[in-house]
């Protein structure tokens, strides 16, 4: 199974931050990565596709880059709804695999 | 609009059954891949088991050969048969609609509690 390993574990930044979490496969992955904002409570809610794509009614803010083995969200300009856990995915391989989630907190 | 809603959690003994349904509306569930994706509580995300469009059935090493993913077509519904249950199965369960990959739609999860 690929593993996936997300740092940092946990954030604490302010409103109006740039913040980026990153991602790391253990083995080459292309661009079949993706990227999960999960609130407590709720299901998770797609953010990027592919490692780069934004998907539809998500805001600008969110962007995805890497290929390979290494990969990085970035929020431009935090948001008070924002705050949030954030999760990547493989999709290259069965089983697909998660990160294990980085948690965004208020400072 | 996609809608996904799950039932059939609760709280069951090891080594009990139980079955998960995800009733699907807005979309054709049969024309899709669809997966069960849970959450042990305060953890993080782990893939279950999918069912693709063409019928083929895959799962986690960790629940193989004790549940089985399958649909009903006729009522456009997804379920999961949990069986031989384990404290460790303990999650929110949450069916998803499979999309190249990436899992755009999403239930409201339902609660399966393992416990004696």
């Known amino acids: 199974d690929i593993q996936m390993t997300q740092s940092p574990s946990s954030l604490s930044a302010s409103v109006g931050d740039r913040v980026t979490i990153t991602c790391r496969a253990s083995?080459?992955?292309?661009?079949?990565l993706n990227w999960y904002q999960q609130k407590p409570g709720k299901a998770p809610k797609l953010l990027i596709y592919?490692?780069?794509s934004l998907q539809s009614g998500v805001p600008s803010r969110f962007s995805g880059s890497g290929s390979g083995t290494d990969f990085t969200l970035t929020i431009s300009s935090l948001q008070p709804e924002d705050f949030a856990t954030y999760y990547c995915?493989?999709?290259?391989?069965?089983?697909?695999?998660f990160g294990q989630g980085t948690r965004l907190e208020i400072k | 609009e996609v809608q996904l809603v799950e039932t059939g959690g609760g709280l069951i003994q090891p080594g009990g059954s139980l079955r998960l349904s995800c009733a699907a509306s807005?979309?054709?569930?049969?024309?899709?891949?669809m997966s069960w994706v849970r959450q042990a509580p305060g953890k993080g995300l782990e893939w279950v088991s999918v069912?693709?469009?063409?019928?083929?059935?895959y799962y986690a090493d960790s629940v193989k050969g004790r549940f089985t993913i399958s649909r009903d077509n006729s009522k456009n519904t997804l379920y999961l048969q949990m069986n031989s249950l384990r404290a460790e199965d303990t999650a929110v369960y949450y069916c998803?609609?499979?999309?190249?990959?990436?899992?755009?739609?999403w239930g409201q999860g339902t609660l399966v509690t393992v416990s004696s």
């Open positions: 998803a609609r499979d999309h190249s990959g990436s899992y755009r739609h």
């Open positions: 069912i693709y469009s063409g019928g083929s059935t």
């Open positions: 083995q080459s992955i292309s661009s079949y």
């Open positions: 995915q493989q999709s290259y391989s069965t089983p697909p695999t």
């Open positions: 807005g979309f054709t569930v049969s024309s899709n891949y």
């Open positions: 592919a490692a780069s």
